[in-house]
């Protein structure tokens, strides 16, 4: 779960990590006990900002009261503001980029630092960006923290300082079982401090039941990706037409090729996952039904997931509610010859291989 | 031989007697695994399918010798019990529990590695040797005694790709399931490295899918260490960037990750590939 600048820096702060004084504004009333000239920073979960006019910088109230007006409700790469951050302006010596991330083949924490911050760390080249990798079963050590930190030639003070912020944003990346901490740019300020003037916190999902201080972040979902989530099912609305159900992530996405093979687009990504529950297929199939796809193309490889169980629980609702679009569907493994019988006798197309379901679908989406 | 796991296997189940864990100690009994202890706290004493029951896996490898352990219990205690297991000395591990936070798969990788111990997955299916044992949730009846080596980050799209070796007679020395999780035990390099030690193995297929860079590191190791001929398939070519498909593993983030990126790394490396997952059966017949 990406976390909103703001809540970020509250995380930050909580580790003792200095950040610019600054709250949510939600309306002119909250401009209040606030010392102009201020920053007013719209908070979206995604990157590039800056450049889309998210940020601005106000001189007196009028001036707020317009950019503010501005910035809330802006759309900015498909999210809109809702929550904008108001903070004091610092005055910078130097700007830092540091991150700790998970280096997944190394299956460790890497630390990111340059001093070339600010930037887009993408755009700034390999040999101005410093590594070090922590062994997670002892932890960082100060000659972790050394060995970048001296590569960044800093004053001995400075260097303290960063050093600090190193080992405390370590301590919040294992604490909150973090994917991703990044602060672009950290500086350091014309009084000498260091201070994370952004946030990029990323929390791992899988983790979140043992943060309860962590509240869930508003996804941007659509209204079936939403129900479908609630229920457990893996759906993901993409801009083609046809609608794919398989069972398991790698045998959808092989299953949206072979699409693609045969000049066809996936509409829906429905994975089924190892169920064996008629119940939880028929709820996924009502959902597909929903997404109004031209055709449904349902793929399965039994193994854990019985052929049979997942044809009675199409058969269900076909028989209940019809249907209004073809519907391929291409069967394998465990009780095959069952699930075949289940499917014709409701009235499917059957197909012999992928390649010819996808053909079909296909062709089908396609009007032919 | 085969790799990973054969007939000297002696599997414990931790999380027996739970649902799956009686249901597939009743499956891995059936394909011929040696499955010899369970253990679920406060269960001593019971047994499942005839399989007696331990406290902990301590017991379970002082009563029975098991040396292999099939990690079924729920995500937030796997951690403990991959511990537990390493601790009281078993050197493979195989974890099939999902949705275990990352940093707890983190420091159980780094544990097994520093206690010299295989460890595969977690959310893997599981490791199959045909004819000698099953350590997992993987479909018996798909497998067929042979000198395929396959190992795959994917589940149901292995189990298509084995039913299609099996189908045209070729059969699998060992078939692995890496797990589709970020963080995993054994990777492609570490399969790949087994089989080619494996004189059992011929042929080596390997299954990837887009998110991290473990299909282009094995590419890499290929051109360096492996002499038999390799095959792979990669699913998610046109999955868009930036959308979780299904689970964690398969993600393209920061243009990194890509099928076009891992498919070029496979070519270089000489790796033949299949457009279909049901393709690659009639190149391993072709060139393996």
């Not at chain 2, 044992?133 to 005694?145: A, C, Q, T």
């Not at chain 2, 059969?171 to 089989?195: E, K, M, N, R």
Request: include cysteine; charge should be neutral; charged fraction near 25%.
């Amino acid at each position: 779960m990406k976390l909103f600048e703001y809540r970020g820096k509250e995380l930050f702060e909580k580790h003792d990590i200095s950040v610019p004084k600054g709250k949510l504004v939600k309306n002119e009333k909250d401009f209040s006990g606030l010392n102009f000239p201020f920053i007013l920073k719209a908070q979206v979960p995604i990157g590039g900002r800056g450049k889309a006019g998210g940020i601005k910088s106000v001189e007196n109230l009028k001036d707020a009261k317009e950019k503010f007006s501005q910035i809330m409700g802006m759309n900015i790469r498909g999210c809109t503001v809702r929550k904008v951050l108001a903070e004091e302006k610092i005055d910078i010596e130097k700007e830092l980029y540091l991150s700790i991330t998970l280096d997944r083949s190394k299956r460790m924490p890497l630390i990111m630092i340059s001093g070339e911050g600010g930037m887009d760390i993408e755009s700034v080249p390999d040999e101005k960006i410093f590594k070090e990798w922590v062994n997670p079963l002892i932890g960082i050590q100060p000659f972790n923290i050394r060995s970048v930190v001296s590569k960044l030639k800093l004053e001995k003070e400075e260097e303290k300082g960063v050093a600090k912020v190193i080992s405390k944003i370590y301590k919040l990346f294992r604490e909150y079982d973090c994917e991703l901490v990044e602060i672009n740019p950290l500086i350091i300020s014309k009084d000498g401090e260091v201070m994370a003037l952004d946030s990029k916190v990323n929390i791992n999902d899988d983790a979140l039941y043992r943060h309860p201080d962590i509240e869930p972040e508003l996804v941007e979902l659509t209204p079936l990706e939403k129900d479908a989530k609630n229920k457990g099912i893996a759906f993901i609305q993409l801009d083609g037409n046809i609608g794919v159900i398989a069972n398991g992530a790698g045998l959808t996405m092989a299953t949206l090729d072979a699409l693609t093979h045969f000049k066809g687009d996936g509409g829906v990504f429905l994975d089924l996952g190892g169920t064996d529950d008629p119940e939880k297929v028929k709820q996924a199939f009502e959902l597909m039904k929903k997404a109004k796809p031209k055709v449904i193309f349902l793929n399965l490889f039994g193994g854990i997931t019985k052929c049979d169980t997942v044809a009675k629980g199409v058969k269900a609702v076909i028989t209940k509610e019809g249907i209004d679009c073809p519907v391929i569907t291409r069967i394998k493994g465990c009780n095959e010859d069952i699930a075949k019988d289940i499917l014709k006798d409701a009235g499917l197309i059957t197909a012999a291989t992928l390649q010819d379901a996808a053909q079909k679908s296909c062709e089908l989406a396609r009007g032919a | 031989m085969a790799i990973f796991v054969d007939d000297k296997t002696k599997v414990v189940v931790q999380g027996a007697t739970g649902h799956q864990g009686m249901f597939h100690i009743g499956e891995m009994l059936d394909f011929g695994t040696k499955v010899v202890a369970g253990v679920t706290p406060g269960k001593a004493g019971q047994e499942v399918h005839g399989v007696p029951i331990f406290n902990d896996v301590k017991d379970a490898v002082d009563e029975t010798s098991a040396n292999t352990t099939l990690v079924l219990v729920p995500a937030r205690f796997a951690k403990d019990a991959v511990f537990e297991a390493l601790d009281a000395g078993i050197k493979t591990v195989v974890v099939i529990t999902e949705n275990i936070p990352f940093h707890d798969a983190m420091e159980f990788v780094h544990y097994a590695k520093y206690n010299d111990a295989v460890l595969v997955g977690p959310n893997s299916p599981g490791i199959a040797s045909p004819g000698k044992s099953k350590v997992g949730i993987l479909p018996g009846g798909i497998f067929l005694k042979g000198n395929v080596g396959v190992a795959s980050r994917s589940g149901t799209l292995t189990y298509e790709i084995v039913n299609s070796l099996s189908e045209k007679g070729m059969g699998q020395s060992t078939c692995v399931g890496l797990g589709g999780d970020p963080i995993t035990g054994t990777s492609f390099i570490g399969a790949l490295d087994a089989f080619e030690k494996d004189k059992d193995t011929k042929a080596v297929v390997l299954v990837g899918e887009i998110g991290g860079t473990a299909e282009e590191e094995a590419a890499e190791y290929i051109t360096k260490n492996i002499s038999k001929p390799v095959f792979a398939f990669i699913a998610g070519r046109t999955a868009p960037p930036g959308k979780r498909m299904g689970h964690a593993g398969a993600i393209i983030a920061r243009g990194k990750g890509t099928a076009a990126s891992k498919i070029k790394a496979f070519e270089k490396a000489g790796v033949k590939l299949a457009k279909f997952p049901t393709d690659i059966a009639d190149l391993v017949e072709k060139y393996g």
